[in-house]
Nanobody, 127 residues
């Protein structure tokens, strides 16, 4: 049974930083692309960042490019999202997602490529 457990959310002032973690279990972590999505109140879930199974490819939403960094440690079965220069519009529930298929060549940037989801962690950025 695949499980994804996020941690690291919280309340931070604008301009501050947070690091989210997502611990995975239940399958060979290093074979799967991983992503982060977020959902703000009243809005649809949106793509934030993704990283390939090897860690060699990363992609970001334009809204976070240059501020957020996605990384992974395959030895620890964990993916991270370092969030810097946070803005109030980054306020959302952040979800970790695992690709539905192993060894996909290009990490997906839509939710349909992801078959497994964490429970979400709240990030609130105050102005």
């Amino acid at each position: 049974q695949v499980q994804l457990v996020e941690s690291g959310g919280g309340l931070v002032q604008a301009g501050g930083s947070l690091r989210l973690s997502c611990a995975a279990s239940g399958r060979t972590f290093s074979n799967y692309n991983m992503g982060w999505f977020r959902q703000a109140p009243g809005k649809e879930r949106e793509f934030v960042a993704t990283i390939s199974w090897s860690g060699g490819r990363t992609y970001y939403a334009d809204s976070v490019k240059g501020r957020f960094i996605i990384s992974r440690d395959n030895g620890k079965n964990t993916v991270y999202l370092q969030m810097n220069s946070l803005k109030p519009e980054d306020t959302a529930v952040y979800y970790c997602a695992g690709d539905a298929l192993p060894l996909r060549g290009v990490p997906g940037r839509t939710s349909r490529e992801y078959g497994y989801w964490g429970q979400g962690t709240q990030v609130t950025v105050s102005s």
